[in-house]
Nanobody, 119 residues
């Protein structure tokens, strides 16, 4: 069973930057190499929403309109890692950020990491 562990969440002032990381426990790399990876977030009293996704090759990326130009998703297939670079952070970016893996064998979620942006 593949597991995802997020890290990098923190309290930051508006305008600041953070880098989130997602480590995948897939020693063989068999699942990760064919998986579409994504970052989602859930703010208090709101539904979970898409932030960004990246395909298995790393060439196709998709972003929510609210984060375009401010956030960038990348992956390192050699390390089974996914990252989310977040810049020009706004208070409305405050949420728990979740890493997601989708492969032919199913879907996996991480436990989440808290990002808090103060005004």
């Amino acid at each position: 069973q593949v597991q995802l562990v997020e890290s990098g969440g923190d309290l930051v002032r508006a305008g600041g930057s953070l880098r989130l990381s997602c480590a995948t426990s897939d020693a063989s790399g068999r699942v990760f190499d064919v998986a579409t990876m994504g970052w989602y977030r859930q703010a208090p009293q709101k539904e979970r929403e898409l932030v960004a996704t990246i395909d298995s090759t790393g060439r196709r990326k998709n972003y929510a309109d609210s984060v375009k130009g401010r956030m960038m998703i990348t992956r390192d297939n050699a390390k089974n890692m996914v990252y989310l670079e977040m810049n020009s952070l706004k208070p409305e970016d405050t949420a728990v950020y979740y890493c997601n893996l989708r492969s032919p064998w199913g879907e996996v979620w991480g436990q989440g990491t808290q990002v808090t942006v103060s005004s």
